[in-house]
Each structure stands twice: as C-alpha cells, then as structure tokens.
C-alpha cells in the first residue's frame, strides 16, 4: 500500500477518493496527510410554486423543523427595491407589478451574497431558495454563476389549484400584505408568467428526476405533513 501511495504521491496527484470525503494531499517529499474533507459546498433546494402555493409559508416550517436558511429570491429583490442607492429599484418594482422576471444576474448576485454572509455569520450552509428559477434566463446565469459553486439537491414543488392560490394571495393583500402584486390585476400577469415561463423550469428539473412534489392544496399543517416525508426521505438518503 505505502510504496503505491508513494508512487502516487511522486506523480503530484491527489487522489479523491472516498467518494470525495477523503483527500490525500501530496506534502513536501515524501510526507502527506491524510486529510478529512468534508463536502463543504453549500446545499441547495429549489422551492417552487404559483404565487400563493404556500412556498413561503412551508419553508418557514421547514426552517424550524430541518435548520435550514430560507432565502426568498422575492424577499430579496423587495430588500434591493427599498435600498437607499439601488441602481435597480424601479427596474424591480416594474417586474414586481407586472409579474415579470427581474434580469438573472440581479437576483442570482442577491442570492450568492445571501448565502455566503449566512455561511459566514453562521456556519449554517443548507439553504431553501424560495421562488426561483423562475424562467430560462434564470435557469442559464443560475448554471453559469453558481451552479460549480453549490451542491443541488432537488426542487420541493408545491403544486396548488389556481383558485386556491389567487384566494389566498387576495387574502394576503387585503390582510395588509402591503405587496403591490397581491391584486388581481397583476396575479392575472403572475399566473401567465408561471403557466408560461416557471412550469417549463419544473419539468425541466422533472425530467433529470430531480423534482419532489407536494400536494399543496389542504391547510398548512397537512401540507406540512408531506413536506416532512419528502425531507425526512430525502435526510434518510443522506442528501443533507
Ligand atoms: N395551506 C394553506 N392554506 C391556506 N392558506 C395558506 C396556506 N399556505 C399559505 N397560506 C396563506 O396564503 C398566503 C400565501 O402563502 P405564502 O406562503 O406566502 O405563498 P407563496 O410564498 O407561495 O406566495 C399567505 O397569506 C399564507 O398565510
Ligand atoms: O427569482 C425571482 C423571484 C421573484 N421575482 C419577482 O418577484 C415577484 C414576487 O415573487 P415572490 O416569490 O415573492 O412571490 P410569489 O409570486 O411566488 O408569491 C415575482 O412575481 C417576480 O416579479 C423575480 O423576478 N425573480
């Protein structure tokens, strides 16, 4: 085994093996450690859902039952839009009102700051990413800018009757949401971009087998329910 190591070693090849838990590393001469490395990538589950799904809502849950981060890409853009100096804000509020895509390299820049501060302040690197990609354009700068960066694990896809979803975000609204979306004008241009734009996001993720999905219709608690199947399956395989 030594002199094979040694051989190895000499070639200044670092072997990954241990499906990628265990790294040897060539030292100087002759010497080298055999080190534990962990896969620190930060892990990725994409949320998915028509506006009103419950998207939000479940990761909150989820947040306090399986320790995840939730990063809503929506929260964010809506934190950008009300930064004093943005450079974007109309520019958002426009996509905002209109249920249109804000440009990927806005928000995937967002969503990359937000992870690596939580990793940072936290140590904590297991993340829902609520509410994206929602079209090609995300999906591309999403592969481009990150997707060498994270682990991706599957999207948790709440799939919800569409009267059911407008019901509850005009709920919303009139509860005081204070969203300028949750209105049916702009749920009417919502809907389209979701039919349209997001649907071909989910089957594309559908057909690599990577997509987990809820039923998302019932009370919160029972969507629930199903939630923790499909993550407690998912911890049981080791995902995360
Ligand atoms: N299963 C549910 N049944 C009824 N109302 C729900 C359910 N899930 C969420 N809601 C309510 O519906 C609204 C939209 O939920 P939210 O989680 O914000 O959805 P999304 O993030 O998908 O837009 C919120 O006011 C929320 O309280
Ligand atoms: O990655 C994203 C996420 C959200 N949005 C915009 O933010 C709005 C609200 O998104 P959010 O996820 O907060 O709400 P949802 O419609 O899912 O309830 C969307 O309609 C888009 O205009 C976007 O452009 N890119």
Redesign the pocket.
């Known amino acids: 085994m030594i002199p094979v190591l040694n051989q190895l070693l000499k070639t200044k090849l670092v072997v990954k093996c241990f499906k990628r838990h265990v790294t040897l590393s060539p030292l100087s001469g002759n010497k080298f450690i055999l080190r534990k490395m962990e896969n620190n990538k930060p892990k990725i589950i994409f949320v998915l ?5 419950g ?2 809502t479940q990761c909150e849950k989820i947040v306090n039952s399986f320790g995840f981060k939730h990063l ?7 934190e950008e839009r009300a930064r004093e100096g943005s450079q974007f804000g109309s520019l ?1 509020e426009d ?8 440009p ?1 390299e806005i ?1 995937c820049s967002l ?1 990359e700051n937000a992870i690596i501060k939580t990793n940072q302040e936290t140590g904590n690197n297991k993340f829902l990413i ?6 090609e354009d ?1 999906l591309q700068g999403w592969q481009r800018q990150m997707s060498e960066k994270v682990d991706f694990l599957f999207v948790l896809f709440f799939e919800c009757s569409q009267d059911k ?1 407008v019901e509850r ?1 005009l709920k919303r609204g009139q509860a005081g949401s204070g ?1 300028t ?2 209105n049916m004008e ?1 749920l009417k ?2 809907f389209d ?2 039919m349209n734009d997001t649907m071909a996001i989910i089957n594309h993720y559908r057909g690599l087998g990577k997509v987990r999905q809820i039923f998302a219709n019932e009370d919160p608690e029972t969507v629930f329910k199903s939630v923790k199947n499909a993550l407690t399956e998912a911890q049981e395989q080791k995902l995360f």
């Not at 859902?49 to 799904?53: E, L, V, Y």
């Not at 809503?72 to 809506?78: E, Q, T």
């Not at 609520?130 to 079209?135: C, K, S, V």
């Open positions: 859902g028509a506006p009103g799904a998207k939000g809503s890409a929506g929260d964010l853009l809506r958002i996509c905002i009102t209109n249920g249109k895509i804000v990927v928000t969503l609520d509410g994206f990609p929602r079209n995300n979803c975000c969203r979306d949750d702009s241009k919502r971009t979701y």
